[in-house]
């Protein structure tokens, strides 16, 4: 994050020496002109340390140290004065100030007394920004799989952890995008500082400008006050903007420059300043097919997709799901304080024939129901849900299968890769289930993608692929319902 100091210091030799001293990447450094309602203006603007000379103090002082107290980020008060008396230093410390110097000290004792205040507001910002972290910490070993889809991901996913280049992931809801780019943050070469993430498609049009960006004190109606944008807390770090396709155009135009030229203007400010923030953009959908409907710019897309990742759906890679389960069960038990520790073959072999449509979430999700459902140390069949044990039972697949239940497959099959048998199988498959969905639903998308599990516009390029149309499966005039 940027520290932000404002220095309203009276004798300009004394002032130089401080800004040529502060002048580094991680400080933005406010050096307000002309005297004219100066304490109005410092007071007005975000600052983590305000540096000014005694003589700019407005009286009554007391009545100026409350209002930094009343300041949103409740800025440090460094006072120079011209006097060495330690009865008027105790007077200026009683009234507020953070630390008094005597002017005709050393520029080495001026410079270590700021250097410590500096040091005091990053911890205060940590604290003041902290964002709750996950069960367990992130860690790029968590995606390792025995699946050939993963296999292709992992594969990809380590060449970028060192780089600094803008990325993209792509995947459905909960395959564990934000997740991914933790762990990407977290072994790279930004891991000590802060990690932010940002859901645009959770934040009203109107908002997320200000939340990216910052804004000025009086920038628009109800901006009581000035507030610092995610790219400048995100400063050194990594800022995570997951549903960017959710972005508005004309936001996109301002993205677009920020990732161009490395800086950000407030809304409503006239100065833009530098910030140095690597971005992971994530969808849920594909971007270059929103590129393609004119809904996202082609610019920023290929401003962000330098390098693009795909999650694979969990319903692809099944043979993790042990291996998922088996991780998750201690942190969820540990959460939710129950004494579980381990899960049966029957109910691990029905979470494997589940679809998944919310993958890795649902699976966590389903998880921790069973956990607290759960009667002894070990989770059984009878604590999942029906929808996943019912699943298993319709397909034949119950804990007692013997062979002569198995079903029997071609013998052709039996010659060829899984990637191939899913190649040949499965967009015959997919036409079969969104035929059959669409005729339930009598062509009513909203109704379907919600069966379905996915959004609207991902049924919408499934239909198109599969060349489906909603018309067909409608209700004929007279039908009964």
């Given at each position: 994050?940027?520290?932000?100091?404002?220095?309203?210091?009276?004798?300009?030799?004394?002032?130089?020496?401080?800004?040529?001293?502060?002048?580094?990447?991680?400080?933005?450094?406010?050096?307000?002109?002309?005297r004219k309602n100066?304490?109005?203006?410092?007071?007005?603007?975000?600052?983590?340390?305000?540096?000014?000379?005694?003589?700019?103090?407005?009286?009554?002082?007391?009545?100026?140290?409350?209002?930094?107290?009343?300041?949103?980020?409740?800025?440090?008060?460094?006072?120079?004065?011209?006097?060495?008396?330690?009865?008027?230093?105790?007077?200026?410390?009683?009234?507020?100030?953070?630390?008094?110097?005597?002017?005709?000290?050393?520029?080495?004792?001026?410079?270590?007394?700021?250097?410590?205040?500096?040091?005091?507001?990053?911890?205060?910002?940590?604290?003041?920004?902290?964002?709750?972290?996950?069960?367990?910490?992130?860690?790029?070993?968590?995606?390792?799989?025995?699946?050939?889809?993963?296999?292709?991901?992992?594969?990809?996913?380590?060449?970028?952890?060192?780089?600094?280049?803008?990325?993209?992931?792509?995947?459905?809801?909960?395959?564990?995008?934000?997740?991914?780019?933790?762990?990407?943050?977290?072994?790279?070469?930004?891991?000590?500082?802060?990690?932010?993430?940002?859901?645009?498609?959770?934040?009203?049009?109107?908002?997320?400008?200000?939340?990216?960006?910052?804004?000025?004190?009086?920038?628009?109606?109800?901006?009581?006050?000035?507030?610092?944008?995610?790219?400048?807390?995100?400063?050194?770090?990594?800022?995570?903007?997951?549903?960017?396709?959710?972005?508005?155009?004309?936001?996109?135009?301002?993205?677009?420059?920020?990732?161009?030229?490395?800086?950000?203007?407030?809304?409503?400010?006239?100065?833009?300043f530098g910030v140095?923030?690597?971005?992971?953009?994530?969808?849920?959908?594909?971007?270059?097919?929103?590129?393609?409907?004119?809904?996202?710019?082609?610019?920023?897309?290929?401003?962000?997709?330098?390098?693009?990742?795909?999650?694979?759906?969990?319903?692809?890679?099944?043979?993790?799901?042990?291996?998922?389960?088996?991780?998750?069960?201690?942190?969820?038990?540990?959460?939710?304080?129950?004494?579980?520790?381990?899960?049966?073959?029957?109910?691990?072999?029905?979470?494997?024939?589940?679809?998944?449509?919310?993958?890795?979430?649902?699976?966590?999700?389903?998880?921790?129901?069973?956990?607290?459902?759960?009667?002894?140390?070990e989770i059984s069949?009878?604590?999942?849900?029906?929808?996943?044990?019912?699943?298993?039972?319709?397909?034949?697949?119950?804990?007692?299968?013997?062979?002569?239940?198995?079903?029997?497959?071609?013998?052709?099959?039996?010659?060829?890769?899984?990637?191939?048998?899913?190649?040949?199988?499965?967009?015959?498959?997919?036409?079969?289930?969104?035929?059959?969905?669409?005729?339930?639903?009598?062509?009513?998308?909203?109704?379907?993608?919600?069966?379905?599990?996915?959004?609207?516009?991902?049924?919408?390029?499934?239909?198109?692929?599969?060349?489906?149309?909603?018309?067909?499966?409608?209700?004929?005039?007279?039908?009964?319902?």
């Amino acid at each position: 994050m940027l520290i932000r100091i404002t220095l309203a210091v009276s004798d300009s030799v004394l002032r130089q020496r401080i800004r040529k001293h502060l002048a580094r990447p991680d400080i933005f450094l406010e050096v307000p002109r002309g005297r004219k309602n100066l304490w109005e203006r410092i007071v007005r603007e975000p600052a983590d340390v305000v540096i000014i000379s005694q003589s700019l103090l407005p009286n009554p002082l007391k009545d100026r140290m409350a209002q930094l107290q009343s300041h949103p980020d409740l800025p440090s008060a460094v006072v120079l004065s011209d006097s060495a008396d330690p009865k008027e230093h105790a007077r200026l410390m009683a009234a507020g100030c953070e630390a008094v110097l005597f002017t005709g000290l050393a520029v080495e004792q001026v410079r270590d007394v700021i250097e410590t205040l500096l040091e005091k507001r990053r911890r205060l910002a940590q604290k003041s920004f902290f964002t709750p972290q996950p069960l367990a910490e992130p860690r790029l070993s968590d995606f390792v799989s025995n699946s050939p889809g993963m296999a292709v991901f992992m594969n990809l996913v380590p060449r970028v952890v060192r780089s600094d280049t803008a990325l993209l992931i792509e995947g459905e809801t909960g395959v564990g995008k934000e997740r991914l780019a933790r762990a990407i943050h977290a072994e790279g070469p930004r891991s000590k500082w802060r990690f932010v993430a940002l859901n645009c498609g959770a934040l009203p049009e109107s908002l997320l400008e200000s939340e990216l960006f910052g804004h000025v004190q009086g920038a628009f109606t109800g901006a009581t006050s000035a507030r610092r944008g995610w790219f400048e807390i995100a400063h050194r770090g990594t800022l995570f903007l997951d549903e960017i396709g959710e972005v508005p155009i004309h936001l996109q135009v301002k993205l677009l420059r920020v990732l161009q030229e490395h800086q950000i203007q407030p809304i409503g400010s006239e100065k833009s300043f530098g910030v140095d923030v690597r971005v992971i953009a994530a969808s849920n959908r594909a971007l270059e097919t929103e590129v393609e409907a004119g809904r996202f710019r082609r610019d920023l897309y290929h401003r962000l997709s330098v390098v693009t990742i795909t999650v694979p759906p969990l319903r692809d890679r099944s043979e993790d799901i042990p291996v998922l389960v088996e991780r998750q069960i201690p942190y969820l038990a540990r959460e939710t304080g129950r004494h579980v520790t381990q899960i049966s073959a029957e109910a691990v072999q029905a979470l494997c024939r589940y679809q998944w449509p919310g993958n890795v979430r649902e699976l966590n999700n389903v998880l921790e129901r069973a956990i607290l459902l759960c009667d002894d140390t070990e989770i059984s069949l009878e604590d999942l849900p029906e929808s996943i044990t019912g699943a298993a039972a319709s397909t034949g697949a119950g804990p007692a299968l013997d062979s002569a239940q198995r079903i029997r497959l071609p013998a052709q099959w039996l010659a060829k890769s899984l990637s191939e048998v899913r190649e040949a199988f499965l967009p015959d498959l997919e036409r079969q289930y969104f035929s059959g969905l669409l005729r339930a639903t009598h062509g009513r998308i909203g109704e379907a993608a919600r069966r379905a599990g996915i959004h609207e516009r991902s049924l919408y390029e499934k239909m198109k692929k599969l060349d489906l149309r909603k018309e067909h499966f409608r209700r004929a005039p007279g039908e009964e319902v």
